[in-house]
């Protein structure tokens, strides 16, 4: 039991989710390894430093399986993919997507991407200001997984909708949008998977859908799990990586402008703003499979186990100058992706994208302005993603 459960006020309120940073330094000095009350109503653990949430990220003794959890009549449909389960099931629903996301083939789209942020700033250039979310940072990433998949991009604002709430889930008071949202999206699914059948084409979706139909790859849930994520994963990673890193410039203009004056360290760069400002703030349950005891706690079999991987990315005893935000940092061991077999399938092309997007946004707009306080902005509720939900910018 935490010896500080005095202060769990401070996680999960508006305050926590403007800037979590503060509350997450206080943890990892006093209560590293910290019993809390989940929004959801669960008790479980928060990991928060950096060494104690890799050694969480590779132990498998912490089950990412939730059928295993909860039983075969779990009935969230989207839990059904490599996410949320553990080897061999783990191995064999990756096998099947990890072909399409190979650096190489992920570095043969440079140009097609390019291409895209070019042109979604071309639309831009009578504007004088922009919602960097809805104009730039949200459909860059989405037209990349919609072609990858092969579903219509006519329907982004509906996987935009469908995303936002599945992965704003967190409360009760969720629960009713939630359902709701998910059973739009799967029937959209389903009716999908029903045109590919008939008339299959060279995408991801329908290579799936021919594995399944084999009867030997995928079942009709893992079909519907996994395509649903990489639609989910395959945008809102870079989304918040985009919306945050561009935030981070902002707010320190001499960054800014040595970007802008060295583009080629936009590498670097983007590996710094996903270690100052991560866009996945915790990563997805954990239970422990047995009782373990783990660095002076006792974890209960059951209990749900949670790193907080922006908190481990900002540890001061990992990161020199952790808080500082520097793109002439070297390649830093940042978690923003996980560790361990769970590592995030889509990395390569998240920083494909948002190096791009980044390096272009700046090229064309380098003037570009903040148009409000920083701390007027509002960020997104729920435990998963972290990200601003608008950046209203100056461009010229």
């Given at each position: 039991m935490s010896t500080n459960e005095t202060s769990q006020p401070e996680l999960f309120t508006r305050e926590f989710t403007q800037n979590p940073y503060p509350v997450y330094e206080k943890l990892r000095q006093t209560d590293p390894i910290y019993r809390v009350l989940f929004p959801h109503g669960d008790f479980g653990w928060i990991i928060s430093r950096y060494e104690d949430a890799v050694e969480v990220l590779k132990d498998n003794?912490?089950?990412?399986?939730?059928?295993?959890?909860?039983?075969?009549?779990?009935?969230?449909?989207?839990?059904?993919?490599?996410?949320?389960?553990?080897?061999?099931?783990?191995?064999?629903?990756?096998?099947?997507?990890?072909?399409?996301?190979?650096?190489?083939?992920?570095?043969?789209?440079?140009?097609?991407?390019?291409?895209?942020a070019d042109d979604l700033l071309d639309n831009l250039n009578s504007q004088d200001k922009m919602n960097l979310i809805d104009e730039f940072a949200f459909p860059l990433p989405i037209i990349v997984?919609?072609?990858?998949?092969?579903?219509?991009?006519?329907?982004?604002?509906?996987?935009?909708?469908?995303?936002?709430?599945?992965i704003?889930?967190?409360?009760?008071?969720?629960?009713?949008v939630f359902e709701k949202h998910a059973k739009e999206f799967i029937d959209y699914l389903n009716n999908w998977f029903a045109k590919v059948r008939e008339q299959p084409g060279d995408d991801l979706i329908s290579q799936l859908v021919v594995a399944e139909d084999s009867?030997?790859?995928?079942?009709?849930?893992?079909?519907?799990?996994?395509?649903?994520?990489?639609?989910?994963?395959?945008?809102?990673?870079?989304?918040?990586?985009?919306?945050?890193?561009?935030?981070?410039?902002?707010?320190?203009?001499?960054?800014?402008?040595?970007?802008?004056?060295?583009?080629?360290?936009?590498?670097n760069a983007v590996e710094e703003m996903l270690r100052y400002n991560g866009p996945v703030e915790f990563s997805t349950s954990r239970w422990a499979s047995e009782d373990i005891e783990f660095h002076g706690h006792h974890i209960a079999e059951g209990e749900i186990v949670i790193v907080a991987l922006d908190s481990a990315n900002r540890d001061e005893e990992k990161f020199k100058d952790a808080d500082v935000f520097d793109i002439t940092r070297e390649k830093s061991a940042h978690l923003a992706f996980?560790?361990?077999?769970?590592?995030?399938?889509?990395?390569?092309?998240?920083?494909?994208?948002?190096?791009?997007?980044?390096?272009?946004?700046?090229?064309?707009?380098?003037?570009?302005?903040?148009?409000?306080?920083?701390?007027?902005?509002?960020?997104?509720?729920?435990?998963?993603?972290?990200?601003?939900?608008?950046i209203p910018v100056q461009l010229k």
């Open positions: 003794r912490f089950s990412k399986d939730v059928v295993k959890r909860y039983g075969p009549d779990q009935q969230n449909i989207f839990v059904h993919n490599m996410l949320f389960s553990d080897p061999p099931d783990h191995r064999r629903l990756r096998g099947l997507v990890q072909k399409a996301f190979t650096p190489r083939l992920i570095e043969g789209m440079r140009s097609h991407i390019q291409d895209i997984i919609s072609e990858i998949l092969g579903v219509p991009l006519e329907d982004q604002d509906k996987f935009r909708l469908w995303s936002n709430s599945i704003d889930a967190t409360s009760s008071e969720h629960a009713e009867g030997e790859q995928l079942t009709e849930k893992e079909l519907l799990g996994v395509v649903a994520l990489l639609i989910i994963a395959g945008h809102e990673t870079t989304v918040n990586l985009i919306g945050n890193g561009v935030l981070a410039l902002l707010e320190h203009p001499e960054q800014r402008d040595l970007l802008i004056k060295k583009p080629e360290l936009i590498h996980g560790k361990g077999i769970h590592l995030c399938l889509g990395a390569p092309l998240a920083r494909l994208e948002g190096e791009i997007a980044i390096n272009t946004l700046l090229r064309r707009f380098p003037d570009m302005q903040l148009q409000t306080d920083v701390n007027e902005l509002e960020w997104r509720p729920g435990m998963i993603v972290r990200g601003v939900k608008e």
